[in-house]
């Protein structure tokens, strides 16, 4: 059974930082491209950050550029997003998803490229 569980989301004061933790079971993370999306009430689901293997280098969303970071533990079997400088606008609930590395390329930041999902983790920042 494939689980993805995401953990370290809270609220926390604009000028912040998180760091996301999303551990993974049933697969193992080195095999598979890896993304955090976000998704805030009456928004559609964003792209923020992947990652195609552990060592490549990472794409992001421009809206978090400079300000996220995605990494990798191979020895874990996690994936970490580090979030600095939080601002109001990053308030959502936030998703690790994994999928293959072959077939049709939409885009880094594409859900399409992604089959497994965590249930999320809130982000709250107030200002």
């Known amino acids: 059974q494939v689980q993805l569980q995401e953990s370290g989301g809270d609220s926390v004061q604009a000028g912040g930082s998180l760091r996301l933790s999303c551990a993974a079971s049933?697969?193992?993370?080195?095999?598979?491209?890896l993304g955090w999306f976000r998704q805030a009430p009456g928004k559609e689901r964003e792209g923020v950050a992947s990652?195609?293997?552990?060592?490549?280098?990472?794409d992001y969303a421009d809206s978090v550029k400079g300000r996220f970071t995605i990494s990798q533990d191979g020895a874990k079997n996690t994936v970490y997003l580090q979030i600095n400088s939080l601002q109001p606008g990053d308030t959502a609930m936030y998703f690790c998803?994994?999928?293959?590395?072959?077939?049709?390329?939409?885009?880094?930041?594409?859900?399409?490229?992604?089959?497994?999902w965590g249930q999320g983790t809130q982000v709250t920042v107030s200002s």
């Open positions: 049933g697969i193992t993370l080195t095999n598979y491209r």
């Open positions: 998803a994994a999928g293959p590395r072959y077939g049709p390329f939409y885009g880094a930041l594409d859900a399409r490229h992604f089959n497994y």
């Open positions: 990652l195609y293997t552990i060592n490549s280098v990472p």
